[in-house]
């Protein structure tokens, strides 16, 4: 049955970002328990908080309530259901005691309540992780190569065309994403999107993503013509392993987007996808 309770209809009512931040790859239920976020490593099983491999102390709340939030995959983790698991007995003072552990939290992550990268604050309804978590890279590789599409960038002096740049974004991923699923993944275009216009390293994006390759390009529109350019970058080194032009006549922009994903992802299969 539904919850029609006055809390449930306000949680529902709350507006959501415009992303899905979110990307828990399906693992088995043997898989490691070592989630990645930014340049963090959480182990569920160990309960141990780690930053670039080294341990970070965290108190026994805290990390509860970090377990808490990363589970609940994006969604609102309410102040009532914090504490009816982790303070069940506790009325008078509970409320200090989860802003407490909340802001020991946020100094460890070096996270902030007014401009959060990770915890996000719902005032008077509870928290919600919104930033990507993932397998960590030695993970992911374990199962299967990663990939991320990041937004090709409109080089064309004009706005309008912004669209286009995101279609053939889009239909890239598309393609990329059923070359292998089970040998190639590929990061979710809305999570992807999430770095549009943002200036971030090669590194920098595959340590929050946890992929082992980058794919990123250009699309450039003169009067009758486009030309999409794309590179594919190993993220262990940042090194070039290929690239490619495509000048297409523009007629069916979505013939053209259509066309140019599907001969790129061929030519990435024979690079990521040999045998």
């Not at 931040?21 to 490691?32: D, I, T």
């Not at 991320?148 to 706005?159: A, M, R, T, W, Y």
Request: aromatic residues 6%; contains cysteine.
């Amino acid at each position: 049955m539904a919850d029609s309770s006055p809390l449930a209809a306000m949680v529902s009512a709350v507006p959501r970002p415009n992303l899905v931040p979110v990307v828990r790859p399906a693992v088995s239920e043997h898989a490691a328990t070592t989630l990645h976020f930014g340049t963090f490593e959480v182990d569920l099983q160990s309960r141990e908080l780690r930053k670039h491999g080294l341990r970070i102390r965290l108190a026994q709340k805290p990390f509860q309530i970090l377990e808490l939030l990363l589970n609940a995959g994006g969604q609102v983790v309410t102040r009532e259901s914090l504490r009816k698991k982790l303070w069940p007995d506790t009325h008078v003072g509970y409320e200090h005691s989860l802003n407490t552990a909340v802001n020991t939290l946020r100094d460890l992550l070096g996270d902030s309540a007014h401009n959060p990268r990770y915890i996000e604050t719902l005032p008077r309804l509870g928290y919600r992780f919104i930033s990507p978590v993932t397998l960590p890279p030695s993970a992911l590789r374990a199962q299967k190569k990663m990939l991320v599409v990041l937004p090709f960038e409109n080089l064309s002096g004009d706005c309008g065309q912004d669209f286009f740049a995101d279609g053939v974004t889009e239909e890239i991923t598309a393609q990329i994403g059923q070359l292998s699923p089970k040998r190639l993944g590929v990061i979710a275009r809305t999570s992807a999107a999430l770095y549009k216009g943002v200036r971030k390293s090669v590194s920098e994006i595959a340590a929050e993503l946890g992929v082992d390759y980058i794919l990123e390009g250009s699309v450039r529109k003169s009067a009758k013509s486009v030309r999409i350019t794309a590179q594919l970058i190993a993220a262990t080194d940042q090194s070039h392993l290929w690239s490619a032009s495509y000048d297409r006549e523009l007629g069916d922009v979505l013939a053209v987007q259509s066309e140019t994903a599907r001969e790129l992802a061929k030519s990435l299969a024979v690079e990521l996808l040999p045998e």
